[in-house]
């Protein structure tokens, strides 16, 4: 397997690829903990008050994720 750091810069290249992303997940356990964080990386944050299209995204989460987002918009 390749090495932590080459796989996290690969996937960061597939952070707006959600199917992709989710394929590689399920590959095997260790590649999971690395993609995890891409998964979750455009959170739409908002109520059941709100229609998602007034969601919003949160900068402090992918702050918090440590990432830098392409934004889905």
């Not at 932590?4 to 996937?11: A, Q, T, V, Y």
């Not at 356990?29 to 993609?35: E, F, N, T, Y």
């Amino acid at each position: 397997m390749l090495p932590p750091e080459i796989l996290d810069k690969i996937f960061s290249f597939l952070a707006t690829d959600q199917a992709s992303l989710e394929a590689c997940s399920n590959a095997h356990p260790a590649i999971l903990q690395l993609v995890e964080r891409y998964l979750y990386c455009n959170v739409v944050i908002g109520n059941e008050n709100l229609k998602a299209s007034h969601g919003f995204i949160s900068p402090e989460w992918n702050e918090f994720l440590g990432l830098h987002c392409p934004s889905p918009f």
